[in-house]
């Protein structure tokens, strides 16, 4: 279930740069081209031992000692635990479980999810929902497309009137659709003060450059026609931080 804990600095989107307490979750039902995330559901858990160290050990499962690896990671500093994968929602049962403690703790949380499971909502402080693009999957129609996106407006909708700080963050390659990113940016205007976070694509096995600053600059003029919009690349991969 849980892949790894971690601290380290939020390396993308509206809290870029401070400090999180990282709970990753294993698997997700997406296959997007550009993740850089092991989706093999088996393996071992591994846990930061020392706060910022990126010294782990590694552990068959973590479940029940969750809390208090995260009270070990805790620093003056933190912002906020994240829920983050792979899709943590598909544990949203246990999820909800590990708010409750943590929030009794004084902790706030924050969910990083595709946003396909809007049924699945609990409370959160604050949330990332990532929209997917058609480019953005191999082999998918796009009535899977527009079936996904439609969840993820439920998802960033449900959040925002639960009073989540909820954002969108979009990860865009040289070729997306202007006009596509505009209907977004509208689509997320009609539910309220969405920030929208333009994320340019990091290369990996299966992606070889990132997005242009032209193509950019483009896409955001675009946006804050509509929203606040924040350019934000993935700043921990170029610091080499997780």
């Known amino acids: 279930m849980i ?6 600095i939020m ?4 809290f ?3 400090r999180f307490i990282f709970v990753r979750f ?3 039902p ?3 081209i550009y993740c850089d995330e092991p989706n093999a559901p088996g393996g071992t858990a591994r846990v930061e031992e020392i706060s910022g160290s990126g010294e782990f050990t590694e552990y068959l499962e973590l479940d029940h000692e969750l809390i208090e690896t995260i009270e070990k990671l805790r620093t003056p ?3 906020a635990v994240s829920f983050t994968g792979g899709e943590p929602l598909l544990y949203s049962n246990k999820i909800k479980k590990y708010s409750e403690i943590l929030k009794q703790k004084g902790y706030k949380t924050f969910l990083e999810s595709n946003g396909m499971f809007p049924e699945k909502l609990d409370g959160y402080d604050y949330a990332s929902i990532d929209i997917k693009l058609p480019e953005h999957f191999e082999n998918k129609d796009d009535d899977f497309w527009y079936d996904l996106y439609t969840k993820e407006l439920e998802t960033i909708e449900r959040l925002y009137l639960a009073g989540t700080d909820v954002y969108a963050k979009i990860v865009v390659f040289e070729e997306t659709s202007e006009e596509l990113i505009e209907r977004i940016a509208r689509d997320l205007s009609k539910i309220g003060n969405i920030t929208l976070c333009i994320q340019p694509v990091s290369p990996t096995d299966r992606i070889k450059a990132t997005t242009s600053k032209k193509k950019i600059f483009e896409l955001m003029a675009i946006c804050g026609r509509y929203v606040d919009v924040m350019c934000t690349p993935q700043i921990h991969k170029w610091m080499g931080m997780l």
Do not use: M, N, Q, Y
């Not at 892949?3 to 380290?8: A, D, G, N």
């Not at 390396?11 to 509206?14: A, D, I, L, P």
């Open 3 to 8: 892949r790894e804990v971690f601290s380290s």
């Open 11 to 14: 390396g993308e989107g509206k």
């Open 16 to 18: 870029i740069g401070k």
């Open 26 to 28: 294993k698997e997700c």
């Open 30 to 32: 997406l296959d997007c």
């Open 77 to 79: 500093d933190l912002f």
